[in-house]
């Protein structure tokens, strides 16, 4: 069994010959920014119900917001306020540098925008994000750096006075088809690394690159204090927070580079 040290080393050293990068990112590589982790939302609700004596799964969903799109608002406002003021923290900045000498794609399950905030240039923030604002009947749209100025819940759009939302999905709502066909256009590319960071990969969509990448000898990486359903077929497993494990590898493939 390889130590810590020696895996950082051969992820170094692999990332040495490697041209194009995926990183698939879950809730922990932004709660180092103070972001709670529950499923990249909030993590006010962890295991417990609502005030309305609802899980979050059903308070938050399509079905919801269609009916009573004021207390999808109303919850969705609580998360908002919590994070409000949090930004990218130094494992989502590592990945942002590593575009100055590799292709770097981002797949990440967040909503908070941290990764386009940090840098990364081919970001597919799967599930949306929060900042970015649309009218559920006409094409408006807006980015708001946070819902402070939302006085009326729900918002309505100021061209048609429909209910605006977030462009996040829900629960129980597809994913947007844009986003799946550029994800599955990356992967038919082929990348030379897969690492995944801080998620449990609970979803297949976010396991399934993984998975693949391990079936065809493409070295993987798992970044995440805990085990996942991705532990068992990575190649290198580093159980440590995603700053310092990304820091280790940066330090370690800098001081391998010629001066």
């Given at each position: 069994?390889?130590?810590?040290?020696?895996?950082?080393e051969?992820?170094?050293?692999?990332?040495q010959?490697?041209?194009?990068?995926?990183?698939?990112?879950?809730?922990?590589?932004?709660?180092?920014?103070g972001?709670?982790?529950?499923?990249?939302?909030?993590?006010?609700?962890?295991?417990?119900?609502?005030?309305?004596?609802l899980?979050?799964e059903?308070?938050?969903?399509?079905?919801?917001?269609?009916?009573?799109?004021?207390?999808v608002?109303?919850?969705?406002?609580?998360?908002?306020?919590?994070?409000?003021?949090?930004t990218?923290?130094?494992?989502?900045?590592?990945?942002?540098?590593?575009?100055?000498?590799?292709?770097?794609?981002?797949?990440?399950?967040?909503?908070?925008?941290?990764?386009?905030?940090?840098?990364?240039?081919?970001?597919?923030d799967?599930?949306?994000?929060?900042?970015?604002?649309?009218?559920?009947?006409?094409?408006?749209?807006?980015?708001?750096?946070?819902?402070?100025?939302?006085?009326?819940?729900?918002?309505?759009?100021?061209?048609?006075?429909?209910?605006?939302?977030?462009?996040?999905?829900?629960?129980?709502?597809?994913?947007?088809?844009?986003?799946v066909?550029?994800?599955?256009?990356?992967?038919?590319?082929?990348?030379?690394?897969?690492f995944?960071?801080?998620?449990t990969?609970?979803?297949?969509?976010?396991?399934?690159?993984?998975?693949?990448?391990?079936?065809?000898?493409?070295?993987?990486?798992?970044?995440?204090?805990?085990?996942?359903?991705?532990?068992?077929?990575?190649?290198?497993?580093?159980?440590?927070?995603?700053?310092?494990?990304?820091?280790?590898?940066?330090h370690?493939?800098?001081?391998?580079?010629?001066?």
């Amino acid at each position: 069994m390889p130590t810590y040290q020696q895996m950082v080393e051969e992820i170094a050293h692999h990332l040495q010959n490697a041209g194009r990068l995926l990183f698939i990112t879950g809730a922990g590589i932004s709660a180092e920014s103070g972001l709670p982790t529950y499923r990249g939302i909030g993590g006010l609700y962890e295991g417990n119900l609502t005030e309305m004596n609802l899980p979050i799964e059903e308070v938050l969903s399509g079905h919801m917001f269609s009916a009573r799109p004021e207390v999808v608002w109303k919850f969705i406002l609580q998360i908002e306020k919590a994070t409000r003021g949090a930004t990218y923290n130094k494992a989502h900045k590592i990945i942002a540098d590593l575009q100055e000498n590799h292709e770097v794609w981002v797949l990440t399950q967040n909503i908070d925008g941290f990764h386009h905030a940090a840098g990364s240039k081919n970001v597919i923030d799967i599930h949306g994000d929060i900042h970015s604002i649309l009218c559920t009947r006409c094409d408006y749209q807006t980015q708001v750096p946070d819902y402070s100025g939302f006085t009326e819940i729900p918002p309505l759009c100021p061209n048609c006075s429909a209910v605006l939302r977030p462009d996040v999905v829900l629960f129980g709502e597809m994913l947007p088809a844009k986003k799946v066909a550029l994800l599955e256009r990356e992967l038919s590319k082929g990348f030379d690394m897969v690492f995944s960071v801080g998620t449990t990969s609970v979803f297949p969509y976010i396991a399934a690159p993984v998975y693949d990448a391990a079936r065809e000898g493409i070295p993987t990486v798992e970044i995440n204090p805990t085990e996942t359903s991705v532990s068992t077929i990575v190649d290198y497993k580093l159980a440590e927070k995603a700053s310092i494990a990304l820091s280790d590898i940066m330090h370690t493939l800098n001081a391998h580079l010629p001066s």
